[in-house]
């Protein structure tokens, strides 16, 4: 599904110095790659603070902490996501408040959103599913009308630009209360191991992140609040410092990537090619097709028995997860994610396609498709 070794190639002579330049100095933990990371993630998403931390998990854990959620408290978020959105609410004892994803873009639903309030509700997590933003500008209109909080997981579409209506933009995870990211080896910007980092314009709370993801401490050995331990290590940072020099460079390979599979596809009544929306660009975390009248898992094995990986995010929606159920998710309300989860399949994508690589997948799909 990606080619991490193929791009390690192209970076590797500055990687493997920057490496053991840790190694010499040392610094392994709160080194000063972790600040020259930092700033120079803050400059290029222009916000006012970053906070590195140990994974995306963690960051969307430790914003909720910052935020002072407490048990009882409601937090609205998408019933088609990745799990760590929703663990970490229960985990915290919040009370997840999963609602229906629009058709076109797969993100969550402002008009679901606004139904699903009630007076508990403290919070909304808008996912920016597989690179591209949710409908920032309707979900922070509800959260101004409601008083709420919003925690973008940006943890797929770091680098993404949001349009607003005037014509500015902003970096997803830059536009709520916070952002949080992950830097897992296969993400956009990813790291060789596990990273994450939060993001916020707000300076007191900026202050709260820190604390927290350094047990609770502002001054050492002082806890004025139970915090966790959530660090991203100095190798991660001094690789991470390089990556995203060419970050806008991977997204680009990405979009071209993107635009050879469309055009491949396009005209298929079977397939459906990824939707751009107006008020965001796309950096393809995922490349997903939604399938119409075709049997998807069989198309798995198809391209697996042509050696052709694909995955599908997500199997399942989360209300149908052991985990997750509740009596007051009714499948009648979660048509579109139902159906996603029966139709979604995604391609391989990364920074190191090649043409002929694409064409031998694009002809795979179709020979599957139209004889079946
Ligand atoms: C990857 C991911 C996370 C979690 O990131 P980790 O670094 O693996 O903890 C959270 N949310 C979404 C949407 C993700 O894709």
Known sequence: ??????????????????IHQVIDTAAFINGPEVKAFQTELEAYLDVKH?????????????????????????????????????????????????????????????AAIEKAITPKTKAIVPVHLYGQCAQMEAIMDIAKKHNLFVIEDT????GADYKFKDGTT??????????????????????????GALYTNDDQLAARVRMIANHGQSVQYIHDDIGVNSRLDSIQAAILRIKLRSLD???????????????????????????????????????????????????K????????????????????????????FKDQD?????????NVISLPMHTELDIDTQNYIIESVLEYVNKN
Do not use: W
């Open 334 to 342: 979660f048509a579109i994610t139902i159906e996603l989860c029966k």
């Open 301 to 328: 094995l198809f391209l697996a028995s042509k050696e052709i990986p694909a995955m599908i995010y997500y199997p399942k929606p989360l209300h149908h997860q052991k985990a997750y159920a509740d009596a007051r």
């Open 1 to 18: 599904m990606v080619d991490l070794q193929g791009q390690y190639q192209k970076i590797k002579q500055e990687v493997d110095a920057a």
């Open 170 to 195: 902003k970096k997803a995870g830059c536009i709520g209360t916070i952002g949080s990211t992950s830097f897992f080896p296969s993400k956009n910007l990813g790291c060789y191991g596990d990273g």
């Open 50 to 110: 970053v906070i590195p931390c140990a994974n995306g998990t963690d960051a969307l854990q430790i914003a909720m902490m910052a935020l002072d959620l407490k048990p009882g408290d409601e937090v609205i978020t998408a019933n088609f996501t990745y799990v760590a959105t929703a663990e970490v609410i229960k985990l915290l004892g919040l009370t997840a408040v999963l609602v229906e994803v629009n058709s076109e873009t797969f993100t969550i639903d402002p």
């Open 249 to 299: 460079n991977y997204a680009k390979a990405r979009q071209n990537a993107a635009e050879i599979y469309n055009k491949g596809f396009a005209n298929n009544s079977k397939i459906k090619t990824p939707f751009v929306a107006n008020f965001s660009n796309h950096v393809y975390h995922q490349y997903t097709l939604t399938l119409n009248g075709v049997d998807r898992d069989g198309l």
């Open 155 to 158: 943890a797929q579409a770091i």
